[in-house]
């Protein structure tokens, strides 16, 4: 096979932008939350899951989640795109690191909606 | 006159003879007329004439002299003898992440393929006026501080991007460069210039260190450049 470069595949926008928006929803939740210790929600089990139980908390837990596993989704392959060269490992670990993001993601899922 | 002794650790490497680089250790004397690194290698030229280094306007105009002083990129005729202490050894590499074609001369060509594959010429299909392309002065503000660019490759070669993925980052030069024509209200590509450029590697493997504006002997920031780029790729879209 010829050696060429390729390059030109559009998504190096859509996933620069969505690093930084995911971004600022985790800041938010890291607020809201922070806030919430403050105000002795963390003093006891029944108001710890009375906080996290409303509907609010669910909408917003529910968002920090799926921006997390992207965030990271994209970070680290950002750093697979930087350090490894040879195809064939760099898609594996593309590969790998999706799946985990995945099973990470839907096991936050559940223990959120468990509540 | 003053004259003083000054110390050099050198990178040495010629394929034709050398197995592998090694560092030199030599000394020159240089007299007090001598205010620039680039007078000490000159000298020092004179005293081993086996060592390569580029070199050609000695004022920091053709970017020919660029190479790792103590560490850092710069160019041997900025800099100034005067900060270097005394009796502190100099220690000259050449510039990191491009093949050595001897002791301080590095093979560019990377750097220029990048340069060249942003188009950095004005793209302009209207009949060519009488006289001249006009400009506000305030369109041409902008393109202050991208067209001082003197192509040294210091900033490209300091960023540890170009050094990971040479042949798919522009680099900090390039996307400079690639802004002074996207900003420049006569050229009318733009699209397809931001289009060039929307890829996860070409501009967007830049990780805003910033490396490329501490090292530029200009005074350039790339990095800004690079922010406006993306700036404009988010208004393309919303």
Partial sequence: MVNRKLVG???GLIDWLVQRITGVVMAVFTVVVGFALSEGV???YERWYGFMSSTPMRFISFLCIVSLCWHAWIG???TWMDYVQPAGIKLTLHVLTLLSVIGCGGWAVQILWRL | MTKRILKFNIYRYDPDVDRKPYLQDIEVEVDATDRKLLDALVKLKAKDDSIA????????????DGMNINGTNGLACLADLSTFPDGKTIVLRPLPGLPVIRDLIVDMTQFFKQYHSIKPYLINNDPLPERERLQSPEEREELNGLYECILCACCST???????NPDKFVGPAGLLAAYRFIADTRDQATNERLDNLEDP???FRCHTIMNCVEVCPKGLNPTK???????MMVRRII
């Fill in chain 2, 158 to 164: 300091a960023c540890p991007t170009f050094w990971w």
């Fill in chain 2, 225 to 231: 450049a690079i922010g406006k780029i993306k700036d």
């Fill in chain 2, 201 to 203: 590697y070409r501009l």
């Fill in chain 1, 76 to 78: 680290v392959r950002d």
């Fill in chain 2, 53 to 64: 280094f580029r070199r050609s306007c000695r004022e920091g105009v053709c970017g020919s």
């Fill in chain 1, 9 to 11: 595949a559009h998504y």
């Fill in chain 1, 42 to 44: 963390g003093s006891s």
